[in-house]
T-cell receptor, first 115, second 110 residues
């Protein structure tokens, strides 16, 4: 059973470009969470999604950031018009459909560098 | 809002010494607590998960305790090895999201 997959593992963008980060949850998992780890800081919750629904986006910056988890395909975290402060490691986690109280399994992360 | 604190921020010990890492949290209404290991530039490796109804969990040289009422958890690593050098993160699950501490960076000297 493959684990949580994220791609790309490393992404370099210039200021003003768009970044798209993808997350494929573990097989059978329909709950996805995104966390961000800024340099020298702890991981912070960004957004919680179920298939076709955003459940909680309280940790998302108000502008330029969006997330989706379509019926088919991976979850996408999209950052428009990136700035240097967006440089961070972005981790995705997934959990089973029996509820958000279960253990979350983490992917390897995508490291975004904004030049 | 759940706040998670890890003390100390950094720890350096000689090989063979036991490690004691502390985690405290402000809201005792949790579902579980998890300890992770993170190597530089790498992802998270789950070490131990303690459900709120449990007092401790053990895996090999690792033992984690949980005192939910006082908002504390301790990770013990016995007979440390240089390969244990990493950052250890504590994460608390309240509702559906994890709240992470800033981590304890451990260096085990050969």
């Amino acid at each position: 059973n493959a684990g949580v997959m994220q791609n790309p593992r490393h992404l370099v963008r210039r200021r003003g470009q768009e970044a798209r980060l993808r997350c494929s949850p573990m097989k059978g998992h329909s709950h996805v969470y995104w966390y961000r780890q800024l340099p020298e800081e702890g991981l912070k919750f960004m957004v919680y999604l179920q298939k076709e629904n955003i459940i909680d986006e309280s940790g998302m910056p108000k502008e330029r950031f969006s997330a989706e988890f379509p019926k088919e395909g991976p979850s996408i975290l999209r950052i428009q018009q990136v700035v240097r402060g967006d440089s961070a490691a972005y981790f995705c986690a997934s959990s089973p459909p029996t509820g958000g109280l279960n253990e979350q399994f983490f992917g390897p992360g995508t490291r975004l560098t904004v030049l | 809002k759940q706040e998670v604190t890890q003390i100390p921020a950094a720890l350096s010990v000689p090989e063979g010494e036991n490690l004691v890492l502390n985690c405290s949290f402000t809201d005792s209404a949790i579902y579980n607590l998890q300890w992770f290991r993170q190597d530089p530039g790498k992802g998270l490796t789950s070490l131990l998960l303690i459900q709120s109804s449990q007092r401790e969990q053990t895996s090999g040289r690792l033992n984690a305790s949980l005192d939910k009422s006082s908002g504390r958890s301790t990770l013990y690593i016995a007979a440390s090895q240089p390969g244990d050098s990493a950052t250890y993160l504590c994460a608390v699950k309240s509702d559906y999201k994890l709240s992470f501490g800033a981590g304890t960076t451990v260096t085990v000297r050969a």
